[in-house]
């Protein structure tokens, strides 16, 4: 995997990886950005929400399981010195099935996320306190 930043003005900068779709990051004016973007730190919490959701989704789905939606709400709390790295992570899973979604599933899919198949918070999961849980809501 490759990615590269190009700085564009500020504390401006677009990236792209491999995919090729670009992401904008910035700061704000009182770290001498515009607000024009991401802040790095959000990105990394997004991109662990991401990873994490795309199994859960793809977990359930092999399963066969009835959903239609799927939210991930992330909480992060950091150091309050330099370096202001995570020091712990809340991942809340919202998921919303039909009639017949089954707890264990969503439970069990979640539980192999964390354990097993998301990269990012299995990363960050070494230096940073990572929990999680789940709310299921039936719609019709």
């Known amino acids: 995997m490759k990615a590269r930043l190009k700085w564009v003005e ?5 990236g792209h ?7 904008v990051l910035d700061g704000p004016p009182e770290g ?6 991401l802040r790095p730190m959000e990105l990394i919490l997004l991109g662990t929400g991401g990873c994490t959701a795309y199994d859960v989704v793809h977990i359930l789905t092999r399963a066969r399981q009835p959903i239609v939606d799927c939210e991930v ?3 992060a709390e950091r ?5 202001k790295v995570f020091t712990r992570i809340h991942i809340h899973f919202i ?13 069990r899919a979640v539980q192999l996320s ?5 990269s990012a918070s299995l990363m960050l999961g070494k230096v940073v306190e990572i929990t999680h849980d789940y709310e299921i809501r039936i719609v019709d």
């Open 95 to 107: 998921v919303s099935g039909r009639e017949g979604l089954s707890e264990r599933q969503v439970a």
């Open 32 to 37: 001498g950005g515009r607000n024009l973007g």
């Open 17 to 23: 990886a491999d995919s090729g779709h670009p992401v």
């Open 79 to 83: 150091a309050e010195t330099t370096p």
């Open 114 to 118: 964390a354990e097993k198949y998301c």
């Open 73 to 75: 709400e992330l909480e």
């Open 10 to 14: 500020g504390v401006q900068f677009v």
